[in-house]
């Protein structure tokens, strides 16, 4: 849905075209911001559009952080800001549902023990799908 269409949420639209301009930029860098996003996660082909290791990688902590980096830098408009958000929200939820035993700092891809933090966010995307 995020490749094909615009999400409004909460009176802000949620648009690819952001990341498409973040690749665009980043792609052209000796020292990328995101550098697994290839081609492939931006303009997948019909079998790549079922792989859950490239939506995984698009909406990754990595990658909403390089956008905000090149918000910060002016590169990205201000509108932007929507997109990043959302692309870190599915980073967390991604983590949630899977999750791992292996120590690495993220609180949400500990494993599932029904924590405000884990319980909240899933509370918050679940009000997010709705509207």
């Given at each position: 849905?995020?490749f094909?269409h615009m999400?409004?949420i909460n009176?802000?639209?949620?648009?690819?075209k952001y990341l498409?301009i973040?690749?665009n930029?980043d792609?052209?860098c000796n020292l990328?911001m995101?550098?697994?996003?290839t081609y492939?996660?931006?303009?997948p082909?019909?079998?790549?559009?079922?792989?859950?290791r490239?939506?995984?990688?698009v909406?990754?902590?990595?990658?909403?952080?390089?956008m905000?980096?090149a918000?910060?830098?002016?590169l990205?408009?201000?509108?932007?800001?929507s997109?990043?958000?959302?692309?870190?929200?599915?980073?967390k939820l991604?983590?949630i549902f899977?999750?791992?035993?292996?120590p690495?700092g993220?609180i949400?891809?500990?494993?599932?023990?029904?924590?405000?933090?884990?319980?909240d966010?899933?509370s918050?995307?679940?009000?997010m799908?709705?509207?």
């Open positions: 849905m995020f094909k999400i409004e009176d802000e639209v949620v648009d690819k498409d973040f690749y930029y792609n052209k990328r995101a550098p697994k996003l492939f996660h931006i303009h082909g019909p079998f790549d559009k079922m792989k859950v490239l939506a995984a990688q909406f990754s902590a990595s990658v909403a952080a390089g905000s980096t918000l910060n830098c002016g990205l408009p201000v509108d932007a800001q997109t990043i958000y959302f692309i870190n929200n599915m980073d991604f983590d899977n999750s791992t035993d292996i690495n993220k949400y891809n500990q494993p599932f023990t029904n924590t405000a933090p884990q319980t966010h899933l918050k995307i679940t009000e799908f709705k509207t």
